[in-house]
């Protein structure tokens, strides 16, 4: 992994990738937890690629601890955006959330390997079954609670959460295979 890092920090953006990969589950997972007002889950997904790419950049090569890096640059820029000290999805939060000196600023290719990822991810959310995605939009973007999407939809609280459930088993998977 330290070698994958080392050609991403040189500008290798299948290294990149590569580790972006690694860690798109952690960045679905926090993006489902947080609920930043102004943001949608699309948009959080990409501020996690976003923070994955800084990290790449800021991570000190040798020290051997890049995975409790990785995932705590992913989840300290979370909750930096949710505390407000991001202003805007493309600015940088404050250089000591990472404990660094250092200052990071995106380019143009990190920008498009983010744009490439949610692309990715909405053609995964097309290939759902209709209800599966009105599910996955009701709750993440339009912050509808199950009860009442269950209400709406005529399903039972627990038919709307398994829905919901297999929607998201069925994006990994369907992500995984690329």
Known sequence: ????????????????????????????KKANYYHVPG?????LVQHGYLS???????????????????????????AALLKGEINHYREIPDENILNKDEEYNFTIEDEVI?????????EALDKLELKEREILERRYIKEESFTEIAADMNFKYDRTTYLRN????NTKSILNRK
Request: hydrophobic share 40%; glycine share 4%.
């Open 1 to 28: 992994m330290e070698e994958l890092i080392k050609k991403a920090k040189e500008g290798d953006r299948e290294a990149a990738t590569a580790i972006i990969e690694k860690y798109k589950k952690y960045v679905f």
């Open 166 to 169: 297999r929607a998201l088993k």
């Open 39 to 43: 943001y949608d889950y699309e948009d």
């Open 114 to 122: 983010a744009y490439e990822e949610v692309k990715e991810l909405y």
């Open 52 to 78: 994955i790419i800084k990290a790449i950049h800021m991570y000190k090569l040798g020290s051997n601890s890049y995975n409790g890096y990785f995932m705590n640059a992913i989840k300290m820029n979370f």
